[in-house]
């Protein structure tokens, strides 16, 4: 973590993602189109929508897994190509990989260096690297249990760590929450929060915007085909929401901060 | 039954084809342990089914054409893989394709092995397996296979990890995949025409995937798990081959059973091991 201290003066010249006018197809059918939006480095971002609306497919632009039809897209004012590994990936699906042959230590491991030729995964650098990330994030009791013997917070703080291992500039996040329950929700919240004050910028998928609302300072949401930005403050807009979910919402403002329901 | 017990075993075993027997089966051992810890994390023990089910045609039609039996054995196993490769977009959702080619395959090989009587008796031989007629040049070309089989592991070993593991991370890391995946269906049925020289079509799995499954039951690290499984599967080959030369039985019997009671033992203890832990 300490390795990321230097480069933050560097970091603030820079955009964390810019797309100018950027369109993406997946097959003949365009997913969004003429998207133009900036986000700052170091700030957490949700990116909303329903589904089917495109999400993923932006994080696979920004993972350069597909490309753009047309526009560009800067990573850290760099093509996507060049910054894949400056970026820590957690795929939505990643529950449905956990499986009872490797344990936690293995999945960190793999983070580490599964993208390099070789046999190791237990020399002394991959050993360092893992157990101060497990201090840092206390999840030490994790490394030598299998994935198929965690619940599914406990395995999502392993898919977090296994991302942030190679201590990207950025971090992004498909739907980290889902099929958590309370606790679990708080733990990755936390862990995230914690986060912040690192010089990372993240970006986390959410279908729900409310246990994100008061951790991020701005969404991008994909409406309409498009994909749009707006600073938190300006989202907390009930028109806005009620357009985005297809349903009347309400914005309530509480002193333990704010969150979205139904209308009645 | 006329299970009986062999006096001179000792003399046997300084017979060449009976050397050639333990030597060709460790080294088909070996490979199918390593293939199959890949196998199973990749979740292709259907398609590894499937592979060896594709072979018999091939087998078969080549008698018709006058050809070696395992240059069509070879040959259809590898076209098989290939087209799996080619059909299926994705390795989990492969089944349906490989399933089609799996029936389609097998017709064939009964339609060959119908038109010639050779082809019959050779069928007994493709389903079963028989490992005391394999030639010393299969034997040397085996274990040159072998020696790449380790070199490439050595070298590819972790992305083949992440990719087989987790394709979208490995997608994302800009590791090549598909590419990865490809190679591992060709090196796969290599694997699987070998190991129906030993055990046969329809014993393949104890030999390919019982072992690695073991081996997993014991231990969830990757290295120790492919080095388990080697052992298992050497295990079961020359143990297998030496009781069934001391009574007379067929070896491809003895190694599957063998396979089979490892892996009954370990996956019983692992109950008894959990159930006293909680
Ligand atoms: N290979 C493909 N060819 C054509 N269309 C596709 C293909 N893959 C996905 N799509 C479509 O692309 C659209 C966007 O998919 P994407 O996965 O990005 O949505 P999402 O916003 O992440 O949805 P969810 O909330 O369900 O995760 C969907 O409408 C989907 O039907
Ligand atoms: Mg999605």
């Known amino acids: 973590m300490a390795k990321n201290f230097k480069s933050a003066n560097a970091l603030e010249l820079k955009n964390a993602l810019e797309l100018k006018n950027a369109c993406v197809a997946k097959g003949k059918k365009t997913i969004w189109s003429n998207s133009t939006l900036t986000i700052k480095p170091n700030e957490i971002t949700a990116i909303i929508g329903m589904n089917g609306s495109g999400k993923t497919t932006l994080l696979e632009v920004m993972l350069d897994i597909i490309p753009l039809n047309s526009g560009e897209i800067y990573i850290l004012d760099q093509k996507p190509k060049k910054m894949r590994s400056q970026i820590g990936y957690v795929p939505q699906k990643y529950q449905l990989s956990a499986s009872n042959v490797i344990r936690g ?28 990330l497990a201090d840092h994030l206390q999840i030490n009791h994790l490394l030598n249990r299998r994935l198929s013997e965690m619940s599914g917070g406990q395995l999502q703080k ?52 409310n246990p994100v609302i008061d951790l991020i300072d701005g969404a991008i949401y994909l409406l309409d085909g498009h994909a749009h930005y707006l600073p938190v403050k300006n989202l907390k807009n009930e028109k806005l929401l009620s357009y985005l979910y297809s349903t009347k919402i309400e914005v309530v403002h509480t002193k333990d901060g704010a969150f979205i329901r139904n209308k009645k | 039954m006329n299970i009986k017990y062999i006096n001179n075993w000792i003399n046997l075993l300084s017979q060449d084809f009976i050397i050639n027997a333990f030597l060709c089966g460790a080294i088909v051992a070996i490979s199918a342990g390593i293939i ?30 006058g050809l070696p039996v395992s240059s069509g054995l070879f040959l259809f196993c590898g076209l098989g893989a290939i087209t799996i490769t080619i059909l299926g977009k994705k390795i989990t959702d492969t089944d349906i394709a490989t399933g089609s080619i799996l029936a389609l395959a097998t017709g064939f ?19 079963f397996g028989n490992i005391f007629t394999i030639y010393s040049i299969q034997t040397i070309l085996f274990s040159c296979f072998l020696a790449c089989l380790i070199i490439l592991l050595i070298i590819f070993f972790r992305p083949l990890l992440l990719c087989s593991l987790n394709e979208d991370i490995a997608n994302a890391r800009g590791l090549p995949t598909r590419l990865y995946a490809a190679s591992f269906m060709i090196i796969l049925s290599i694997v699987v025409a070998m190991s129906i020289e030993v055990v046969g ?30 052992i298992f599967a050497l295990t079961s080959v020359w143990l297998g081959l030496f009781i069934s030369i001391i009574f007379s039985l067929p070896p491809s019997f003895t190694i599957v059973t063998i396979s089979f009671i490892i892996w009954f033992i370990i996956s019983r203890l692992k109950k008894l091991v959990f159930q006293d832990s909680n």
Not at chain 1, 178 to 193: F, G, P, R, V
Not at chain 2, 36 to 58: M, Q
Request: contains cysteine; aromatic residues 6%; glycine residues 6%.
């Open chain 2, 201 to 230: 079509t329809l014993l393949l799995f104890a030999l390919v995937i019982t072992p690695a499954a073991s081996a997993i039951a014991i231990t969830a690290n990757p290295i120790k798990s492919i080095i388990l499984s080697c």
């Open chain 2, 36 to 65: 199959g810890y890949f196998v199973i994390i990749r979740k292709a023990t259907f398609i590894s089914h499937a592979l060896s089910h594709i072979g018999l045609p091939g087998a078969t039609g080549a008698i018709l054409l």
């Open chain 1, 158 to 209: 392993i898919a977090v760590s296994q991302a942030l291992i190679n201590n990207p500039k950025i971090l992004i996040l498909d739907e980290p929450l889902a099929n958590l329950d309370i606790q679990s929700t708080n733990e990755i919240l936390t862990l995230i929060q914690h986060l912040k004050n690192h010089h990372i910028s993240i970006f986390i998928v959410t279908h729900d915007l």
């Open chain 1, 105 to 132: 230590y293995d999945a960190l491991a793999l983070g580490l260096v599964g993208n390099k030729l070789g046999i190791s995964l237990s020399n002394k650098y991959i050993r360092n690297q893992i157990y101060q």
């Open chain 2, 109 to 127: 090989g009964l339609l060959f092995s119908n038109m010639s009587s050779k082809a019959s008796t050779t069928m007994t031989s493709i389903l």
